[in-house]
């Protein structure tokens, strides 16, 4: 897998949307002060194919993927494999509860040649090459077709996590046995050696189960068989014995069934006739209707007397006039009466406001009067006043000066007013005229008083005059109206007339209510009697056409006291004529019966003679269905044992089988065992990561190393020192960065090749502290890295803030981060 391109849009430090172009850098480095985000990029790279990244702790850390306060995080990684070129794209969202989801996913194969810098035009992916996983449940595995690694073992050879890239040399050998466990992937071994310990169980319970379903087989033999089918012949022999014998058992219960019909229907005919009694009452009813029937005519006639009286009540009463008009007229006599006791009043009203209109007219008069003396002394006073301005005029200029104001004669400042000499003119004046004012305002304000009062009972007198005006009028109306009425003496006489007849006529519909109520009840009477005799009609009907098979006398539908004498007389003498019959028929009922009793034991010895036991109720029928019934069970009782010695036959062969399968599995969980088999694969894993170390150290340090190990632990041999050997231990910065990374790089060929997709493994990313070292380690890791980039096949990154490092990368990306968001921008070839 080699990286091509990466899009970053939210994602952790990156808010803004970043671009990381990895075209052509075969050897990079990513720079930038501790903090800034170089680590990032890496796990950008790894959440786009796999969704985790191994310091947020696996899939549960996917919340550590949004940058602070963003509500959406998009990673897209271009890449190539096998020479092939993909596009892999995470989408991440907080939902409305702080929830932070996978939203998308997609892997997409693109076309050969693709420019990625069409990505930056916005085209849409879904236009551009097959989808190979629209959906984060098909990442996974479109994602280990793609690059040929799990996520275990990618994190492991192509990305090399910091701070554990010396782990594997220098771990203890149980440590480095569950590593290699872990990273070639050989727990299947174990899974495969449990599954075996679990078939061998299974198949032993298995077999268990099949012994015990053998056992209950035993009694499915050959012999047990061959008996059965012997029982079989047996009851198929009874079945035709019974069938040719069952017809002669069939005519004697007929003939029994036959005479017990004719005795049973004598029976029949001598119940009914023996039914037939005269109900008791049966002679009254008829009286009882006739009495019925007197008492409703006699109710009609007293109908029809009260209706001639009412009728005649009610016209007396129309011939003495209309009550409605009578008292209207009572009422206009009433009016008048009325009217002409109020008419003094009126008149008094009337007078009495003209009264107080005049009175209050002269009040407004003299008022008038007063005011207009008054506004002649104010006028004169004012003339006076005048006057005396004009022959004193320094008195009249005094009340128009004011201290510390100009003089408005020679404009000079007014430093003290004088004042008023005694006995001037111009404050007599004033005086006089002030009282005269205050005089002309008492005489207006008097004047308007008496003036709003005048108009006021004016109008009063006016509306008394209307009232009066209106009630003579009235009297004048209603005075013609009464000029032709009766007196009020005759009016009440005739309303008393009317109320009299008014009386008579309720009396009258009383009595005919009384007597319609009379007659409701004696038709009422006369119908039940009518129904008692018809019911009693219906009773002799239905009794007559119980017997009417046996040809009864006619009745006499007048007489139905003689009509059931009559019919009682004819039942008893058919009842003596039958029962001699009778006697003769029980006498052939027992007869047959004996013959149906003596073929039904013939039947029953062929039973007894097949070991079985005959039917005791049933008929015919009956004994034909428990013969095949027996016929049916022993034939089912036949193939069922058949089929059980079958079945105990394909079980000796199951037991066969998983006794097979269950030596078969014991002994692959035996050889599969941690201590056998697991631990030889180990070993060998070992010594081939060992050579291909060695092989890579050889080449990283011309010729000066190799590697080996013994008894779990590793040695380093200094071909420059003799041939010596050292434990790694004992090894320099440098030197243990050398055998580290060959280790890294030999473990890394080892998975590939253990890879079901034999993926190529184009890239390795180290992630490594290199700031611990010294000038001089720092240096050989350097040439060690520049050394194995030459090498062309597979590019080479790494992570550092070490400046002395990463000027001799030729490509660096340059990693910072300001106030909102990190930055990455390409440095060099």
Not at 52 to 74: D, F, H, T, Y
Not at 232 to 253: F, K, Q, S, W, Y
Not at 412 to 423: D, E, I, R, S
Not at 799 to 818: G, I, M, Q
Request: aromatic share 4%.
């Amino acid at each position: 897998m080699r990286p091509i391109r990466l899009d970053m849009t939210g994602f952790t430090v990156f808010r803004d949307e970043t671009t990381v172009d990895f075209s052509d850098a075969d050897y990079f480095a990513l720079v930038g002060p501790t903090g800034s985000g170089k680590s990032t990029v890496l796990d950008a790279i790894i959440f786009a194919l796999y969704g985790q990244v191994p310091r947020w702790g696996g899939a549960r850390g996917i919340a550590n993927a949004l940058a602070p306060s963003a509500a959406e995080a998009k990673v897209r990684l271009v890449f190539e494999s096998a020479n092939e070129r993909y596009v892999a794209t995470r989408v991440v969202r907080r939902d409305g509860r702080g929830n932070v989801k996978t939203a998308g996913a997609g892997l997409q194969l693109m076309p050969r040649g693709f420019d990625v810098t069409k990505l930056d035009t916005g085209m849409d992916l879904d236009d551009l090459g097959e989808v190979l996983a629209g959906t984060p449940a098909e990442m996974d595995a479109a994602v280990m077709e793609a690059v040929g690694l799990p996520y275990e073992q990618f994190t492991s050879c192509v990305v090399l996590p910091q701070g554990k890239f010396a782990d594997f040399l220098h771990a203890k050998p149980a440590v480095r046995q569950e590593i290699l466990v872990n990273l070639l992937g050989l727990q299947v071994y174990e899974e495969v050696q449990t599954r075996a310990t679990g078939r061998a169980a299974a198949a032993e319970a298995k077999l268990g189960l099949v012994d015990q379903q053998l056992a209950g087989l035993e009694d499915a033999s050959d012999e047990a068989v061959e008996a059965a089918e012997s029982v079989v012949t047996r009851m198929r022999g009874l079945t035709g014995a019974v069938e040719a014998a069952v017809p002669g058992l069939r005519e004697a219960h007929q003939q029994e069934s036959e005479a017990s019909a004719k005795r049973d229907a004598l029976d029949a005919e001598l119940r009914a006739l023996s039914a037939v009694r005269t109900p008791a009452g049966s002679a009254e009813i008829a009286g009882a209707t006739a009495v019925a029937r007197a008492g409703a005519a006699e109710a009609a006639e007293e109908i029809r007397t009260a209706e001639e009286r009412e009728e005649k009540v009610r016209g007396e009463l129309a011939a003495a006039g209309d009550a409605g008009s009578l008292k209207l007229m009572l009422d206009r006599h009433a009016e008048l009466e009325r009217l002409l006791g109020q008419e003094e009043w009126f008149a008094g009203e009337v007078q009495v406001a003209e009264v107080e209109f005049k009175d209050a007219q002269s009040g407004a008069e003299l008022a008038h009067s007063a005011r207009l003396g008054a506004t002649q002394l104010l006028e004169q006073a004012r003339l006076d006043y005048t006057e005396a301005q004009r022959l004193d005029k320094a008195a009249a200029l005094r009340a128009h000066l004011t201290a510390g104001g100009p003089c408005p004669v020679c404009e000079q400042t007014v430093t003290q007013v004088p004042a008023m000499p005694a006995g001037s003119a111009v404050q007599a004046a004033e005086a006089t005229g002030k009282a005269a004012r205050a005089a002309a305002e008492v005489a207006e304000s008097a004047w308007k008083q008496r003036d709003a009062v005048a108009r006021k009972l004016e109008g009063n007198l006016e509306r008394k005059r209307a009232q009066h005006e209106h009630h003579v009028s009235r009297v004048a109306e209603v005075r013609a109206v009464v000029a032709g009425f009766p007196g009020v003496p005759a009016l009440e006489r005739q309303l008393a007339d009317i109320s009299r007849l008014q009386r008579k006529l309720d009396q009258a519909g009383t009595a005919v209510r009384t007597a319609r109520e009379a007659q409701r009840k004696a038709q009422a009477a006369a119908h039940q009697a009518e129904e008692r005799e018809r019911t009693a009609w219906r009773t002799f009907d239905q009794m007559r056409d119980g017997v009417a098979r046996f040809g009864p006398p006619p009745a006499d539908r007048e007489d139905l006291s003689g009509a059931w004498l009559t019919l009682v007389e004819w039942a008893a003498g058919e009842h003596r004529r039958r029962e001699a019959a009778r006697a003769e028929a029980q006498t052939a009922v027992t007869t047959a019966h004996q013959a149906a009793v003596h073929a039904f034991a013939t039947v029953g010895a062929l039973f007894t003679e097949a070991g079985l036991t005959a039917p005791t109720r049933g008929g015919e029928s009956e004994l034909i269905r428990a013969a095949a019934v027996a016929a049916e069970r022993a034939e089912a009782a036949w193939k069922r044992l058949a089929d059980r010695r079958e079945q105990a036959h394909e079980l000796s062969g199951q037991r066969m089988t998983l006794q097979q399968q269950g030596r078969v599995a014991k002994s692959l969980a035996g050889h599969l065992r941690a201590n056998n088999f697991e631990r030889w694969l180990l070993e060998e894993a070992l010594d081939l990561l060992v050579d291909g170390a060695t092989r890579i150290l050889r080449d990283l340090t011309g010729g000066q190393y190799e590697l080996i190990h013994d008894k779990g632990e590793f040695y380093v041999i200094d071909q420059h020192d003799a041939g010596l050997r050292r434990g790694v231990r004992t090894l320099s910065g440098g030197e243990t960065f050398q055998a580290s990374l060959s280790l890294a790089l030999a473990l890394s060929e080892q998975l590939a090749g253990m890879s079901t997709t034999a993926a190529s493994l184009e890239s390795i990313v180290l992630d490594e502290g290199f700031g611990t070292l010294d000038v001089a380690t720092l240096d050989v890791v350097a040439a060690t890295l520049e050394n194995l980039a030459a090498r062309g096949d597979r590019m080479v990154g790494l992570v550092t803030h070490v400046p002395t490092l990463a000027e001799r990368v030729p490509v660096r990306f340059e990693v910072h981060k300001d106030a909102r968001t990190a930055h990455v921008e390409r440095v060099g070839l």
